[in-house]
């Protein structure tokens, strides 16, 4: 079963990620291809490498993220200017720290519109979970909201993940 082929389709399906996502991470090597003529088919093996469970901090940072999502797609503009802004002025604030890499990515990201941001925002992959923590995101949600949403988060991990934490 490990060795089954998938369709690119598939595998965006699977890991909740656009196909042309799936078609990226295969042209940059990042996933195994096995070529069957002109089509690509992807092993089992690399989905189940890829899919992650998430420790409370990254499902509770994508539980945010999702809402940035929602206020993105009200006002994509505004969230992607607030998004910039936030990133230039951490770039200034960190010199030279690692996180600049994290902030060439987002910048990257952000260039190339709202459907990458959102593609990002939205995914389990590792590389997006660890992008999320050096979001440029801030202040994209009203207070109440994100208050709500983490309100939201925790009664979601009590239910769900029997933690004994019940704090941000």
Same mark, same amino acid.
């Given at each position: =079963? $490990? $060795?089954?082929?998938l369709t690119s389709?598939?595998?965006a399906?699977m890991?909740?990620?656009?196909r042309?996502?799936?078609v990226?991470?295969c ?11 002109? *089509?690509r088919r992807?092993?089992?093996r690399e ?6 469970t ?7 940072s994508?539980?945010?993220?999702r809402?940035?999502?929602?206020q =993105?797609m009200?006002?994509p503009d505004?969230?992607?200017?607030r998004?910039?802004? @936030?990133?230039?002025?951490?770039r ?10 994290y902030?060439d990515v987002w910048?990257e990201?952000?260039?190339?519109g709202v459907d990458a941001?959102?593609?990002t ?5 590792p590389?997006?979970c660890?992008?999320?923590? @050096?979001?440029?995101f801030?202040?994209a949600?009203?207070? $109440? ?7 939201a988060f925790?009664? *979601? ?6 933690d004994?934490l019940?704090? $941000?």
């Amino acid at each position: =079963m $490990d $060795d089954d082929l998938l369709t690119s389709g598939e595998v965006a399906r699977m890991l909740g990620v656009s196909r042309q996502h799936v078609v990226d991470l295969c042209d940059r090597g990042e996933v195994e291809v096995v070529r069957t003529g002109k *089509h690509r088919r992807i092993p089992r093996r690399e989905v189940t490498r890829r899919v992650q469970t998430l420790t409370r901090e990254q499902e509770r940072s994508l539980w945010l993220h999702r809402a940035v999502v929602g206020q =993105m797609m009200l006002d994509p503009d505004g969230v992607l200017s607030r998004a910039r802004d @936030n990133l230039l002025r951490r770039r200034e604030v960190h010199r030279g720290a690692v996180a600049q890499a994290y902030f060439d990515v987002w910048s990257e990201t952000l260039d190339r519109g709202v459907d990458a941001v959102v593609e990002t925002l939205l995914s389990r992959a590792p590389a997006a979970c660890e992008l999320r923590q @050096n979001s440029p995101f801030a202040g994209a949600l009203e207070p $109440d909201d994100r208050l709500r949403v983490l309100e939201a988060f925790r009664e *979601h991990w009590r239910s769900h993940h029997d933690d004994p934490l019940v704090g $941000d």
